[in-house]
C-alpha cells in the first residue's frame, strides 16, 4: 500500500516562506512525475509545480521565481520550498506522484493535503 503523506504547512505571515515535505511510503520500486497541486477555498484544484523524472521542472505562473520543488529520491521525499509567500497562497497542498511499486507499474497516487495559510 503506497501512502504519501503532507507536512509542513501552518501560518505564516504574507512575505514568509514555508517548506512543504512529502513523504512516499510502501513497497516502493522508483518515484516518477511528482507533483504539488493546490486547492483553495470555491476553487478547483491546480498545478502548483511538477518535477519530472530527468531533470525537468514545470510551474505555474503565479508562483515562477517564489516557489521550487525539489525531490530526494533516496528518502522518497518530494519538496515545496515557498518563499515570498502571498495571501492569495492560501490553499490546501496536495501531493500528487506516480510511483511504482515492486512486481507493478507506476500508478497514480496523492496525499491527503497540508493547508497553508498566509496571512497580512
Known amino acids: 500500500q503506497v501512502q504519501l503523506v503532507e507536512s509542513g504547512g501552518g501560518l505564516v505571515q504574507a512575505g514568509g516562506s514555508l517548506r512543504l515535505s512529502c513523504a512516499v511510503s510502501g513497497s516502493i520500486s522508483s518515484l516518477s512525475t511528482m507533483a504539488w497541486y493546490r486547492q483553495a477555498p470555491g476553487q478547483q484544484r491546480e498545478l502548483v509545480a511538477e518535477?519530472?523524472?530527468?531533470?525537468?521542472?514545470n510551474y505555474a505562473d503565479s508562483v515562477k521565481g517564489r516557489f521550487t520543488i525539489s525531490r530526494d529520491d533516496a528518502k522518497n521525499t518530494v519538496y515545496l520550498q515557498m518563499n515570498r509567500l502571498k495571501p492569495e497562497d492560501t490553499a490546501v497542498y496536495y501531493c500528487q506522484g506516480y510511483v511504482s511499486v515492486y512486481g507493478g507499474y507506476a500508478m497514480d497516487y496523492w496525499g491527503k493535503g497540508t493547508l497553508v495559510t498566509v496571512f497580512s
Open positions: 518535477d519530472i523524472r530527468g531533470g525537468s521542472t
